[in-house]
Nanobody, 118 residues
Framework: QVQLVESGGGLVQPGGSLRLSCAVS????????MSWYRQAPGKERELVAD???????NYVDSVKGRFTISRDNAKKTLYLQMNNLKPEDTAVYSC????????????WGQGTQVTVSP
């Protein structure tokens, strides 16, 4: 059974930091490109950051310089370090795993809420 379980969300003041984790089980983690998405109320889901199996990273412009994506293949865990958070970062953050061999095979976590408010 494949599971992606996010944790680390919560309520934080503007300028604060959070570290999200996504613990993965049931798949060969090292063979999957991993991503963080977010969806704010009334908005479409947005790709925030991704990291390939080789470790190359990409970020949406709005989080560059503030967020850092990383992965620990030994722990089968994906991370998102979020610094200098802004109210517009408020959203449900979900992790996504896409198999490199067949990219139509992918899995989602259930999401974790991040709220940035004074």
């Amino acid at each position: 059974q494949v599971q992606l379980v996010e944790s680390g969300g919560g309520l934080v003041q503007p300028g604060g930091s959070l570290r999200l984790s996504c613990a993965v089980s049931g798949i060969t983690f090292s063979g999957y490109n991993m991503s963080w998405y977010r969806q704010a109320p009334g908005k479409e889901r947005e790709l925030v950051a991704d990291i390939s199996i080789s470790g190359s990273k990409n970020y949406v412009d709005s989080v560059k310089g503030r967020f850092t994506i990383s992965r620990d293949n030994a722990k089968k865990t994906l991370y998102l370090q979020m610094n200098n958070l802004k109210p517009e970062d408020t959203a449900v953050y979900s992790c996504h795993a896409k198999w490199t061999v067949l990219d139509t095979l992918s899995f989602w976590g259930q999401g974790t809420q991040v709220t940035v408010s004074p």
